[in-house]
């Protein structure tokens, strides 16, 4: 069983790169955005120097990710596990992100920013439908925004997983919060997954866009205008974030707190938003001001990269719960998945 899984992990490996093109696509085709051909010429990039070669085929064996420490300990200080450093050090990890699922706003094409409004059912059945898609994938950790439709779309996804841990959301805004929330036993822990919630994820602030309707402000302003708003990298909205800005706080709180988990050998997934998303992938895939621009992502599809040496790997969107492929990406994820399936015979 072990070598027939493994065996499904390399031939993932070797038709990687039609996978992950075609996969996009597809994902991205059908919906009303698309992720953008330029990103697949990084890809292709990527691939020529070598990152998606021959490493991808020669794949140690990796502790399976089901240990853990103190949540507290891990959240309050995310280089706690620097002393495991060197024996993790070869480590990979899943990295899982997800755009959360269609808003009331989105529904209703009004600009949102950091307005919190919840999703709408359609939203709801999104996250649940990209819940199944990664619900073979291991998670350790769970970044979310402050804002409630990324919190949503995380807990909601999570109802999917196969592992049945209990996402936790972390609560440090005091000490007596944190006093408070403290679990007293340390198989509970085990089974529980730590959520944290930060507003460096937030959505871009949209400044005084914010709750005005799209189309109406194109018709007021020039649809160049409003695109130029929408979508170029240095431009602000009227006394709101350009997406440089919210690159230089979303990517700052992904190298500062998300990195080191990683590196650390733990699996995460960072439910957010369009653009604090797309700054983070332009970070990611190495994306240039000019690559990120046409660099749309869907509600709530989610997309897996490796980790793996400080590199990061982009596998695409997993299909679906039942797909070999979405289990076999490495081959400590196939091995995970072996336990899962044993676990449930
Ligand atoms: O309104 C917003 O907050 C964002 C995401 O929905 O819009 P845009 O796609 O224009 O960046």
Known sequence: MAAAVFNQSIGASQSLGHFNTSGLHQEFGKGSVRLISKAFEVDVGLSKRGCYNSSQRNLSIIRASTSQTSLIDIVSSPS????????????????????????????????????????????VEEAIEAGKRISNIPIDMIYTSALIRAQMTAMLAMTQHRRKKVPVIMHNESE??????????????KQSIPVVADWRLNERMYGELQGLNKQETADRYGKEQVH????????????????????????????DQIEPQLLAGKNVMIAAHGNSLRSIIMYLDKLTSQEVISLELSTGIPMLYISKEGKFIRRGSPAGPAEAGVYAYTKKLALYRQKLDEMVH
Request: some cysteine; proline content about 5%.
């Open 176 to 189: 007596q919060a944190t006093a408070w929330s403290q679990i007293f036993s340390e198989d509970t822990k």
């Open 80 to 123: 706690h596990n620097k002393s495991n450093d060197s024996r993790k050090k070869s480590g990979e990890a899943a990295l899982i992100l997800i755009r959360h699922g269609e808003s009331l706003w989105n529904e209703k094409n009004l600009f949102t920013g950091c307005v919190d409004v919840p999703l709408t059912k359609k939203g």
């Open 228 to 255: 130029e708003w929408r979508r170029s990298y240095d431009v602000p909205p009227p006394n709101g974030e350009s997406l440089e800005m919210c690159a230089q706080r979303a990517v700052a709180y992904f190298k």
